[in-house]
């Protein structure tokens, strides 16, 4: 006879605060705060799975170079308007790029430079890694 037990962690709506998950008859008990010096950590992780998309990558180096409209954006990276507005939201969402108003037009820049060093290096170091292979 083989038991098999699974166990489900969900968490509350309420941190701190324990939460039965449903037709288990378990109740998970909460995963504690996490300590002050990860929040930066996690804050960065964010950032990184906002860039973990080539076309953000794309977008991202573009306006490395300065402001730009989203039909800019769309003529130079060759992608749909409707693909590059949805990659947009999710920069700016996480507050990497901010929408400012030119004329009847909306150009977008990076909040940060470092989020063009992060990307750029991030580059250089692929295509380092490739032309050391290649040799």
Do not use: F, K, W
């Not at 039909?71 to 308007?81: N, T």
């Amino acid at each position: 006879m083989v038991l098999v037990l699974v166990l489900v962690l969900v968490p509350g709506p309420e941190c701190g605060r324990p939460r039965a998950v449903p037709g288990s008859g378990i109740v998970a008990e909460p995963s504690p705060e996490p300590p002050e010096e990860a929040l930066p950590v996690e804050a960065a992780s964010h950032l990184l799975r906002a860039l973990a998309n080539p076309h953000r990558v794309a977008i991202v180096m573009e306006l490395a170079g300065g402001d730009r409209c989203v039909h800019e954006l769309v003529a130079a990276l060759h992608l749909p308007q409707p693909l590059v507005s949805q990659h947009l939201r999710v920069l700016r969402d996480e507050r990497l790029v901010e929408g400012r108003r030119r004329g009847r037009e909306v150009a977008y820049a990076l909040t940060d430079r470092h989020v063009a060093h992060i990307v750029g290096d991030a580059v250089a170091h692929v295509a380092e890694r490739t032309d050391a292979g290649s040799a």
